[in-house]
């Protein structure tokens, strides 16, 4: 039976909650919509029971997978402004959006085929992630770090042809590159410095 939705869970139920989610994007990303539930249920560390009593059907696992990743990074906002300057704020939100793109892009078998039995994972999550960019943009353009004139829409058309063009895993630095000539196209030239590139650290 599924649980009721209204009802807020317990701490140790919602981390139980969040481990299969977590789990469950990387097995789908691996194996695709034929994954096994119980690898899944393993992998989080929890019983095959705890997986059907939050999710009672494929579909549904499906769906809060997929809505958890855009929670987790639309959620990340205002975490990110209170940690750093708004320039690199919004640099760093661009390479968690990759991640998050990179997960999408592994479960995009099981996404089809839940949209083709008449489903619909992705709900309002563009405009959850419009909101989040344009609470940056807004904190850049304030800071005056980041032209006024740059539209959230453009922003996340942008993110969104740099995951299709760089977002497997083996693309990451190509990508993050990318996203570095973005950002300078979108700055204004003033206030924070430039993002250094990451060098790899010794082995």
Known sequence: MARDESRPLRADAQRNRDKILTAAVRVFAEEGLDAHLERIAKEAGVGSGTLYRNFPTRESLIEAAYRNEVAKLCAAVPELLGEMPPRQALR???????????????MADALRAMIAAGGDPYGNSQELMLEAISAL?????????????????????????????????????????????????????????????ATSAPR
Do not use: C, H, N
């Not at 760093?92 to 592994?106: H, I």
């Not at 353009?141 to 453009?154: C, H, L, W, Y």
């Open 92 to 106: 760093a939100w661009m390479g968690r959006f990759l991640d998050y793109a990179t997960a999408k892009l592994g």
């Open 137 to 197: 943009r807004q904190a850049g353009v304030e800071a005056g770090v980041i032209r006024p004139d740059i539209a959230p829409p453009d922003v996340l058309a942008m993110l969104t042809g740099t995951a299709l063009a760089a977002g497997r895993p083996g693309q990451r630095e190509q990508a993050e590159r990318l996203l570095d000539f973005a950002l300078d196209a979108m700055s204004t030239g003033a206030g924070e410095p430039p993002r250094q590139p």
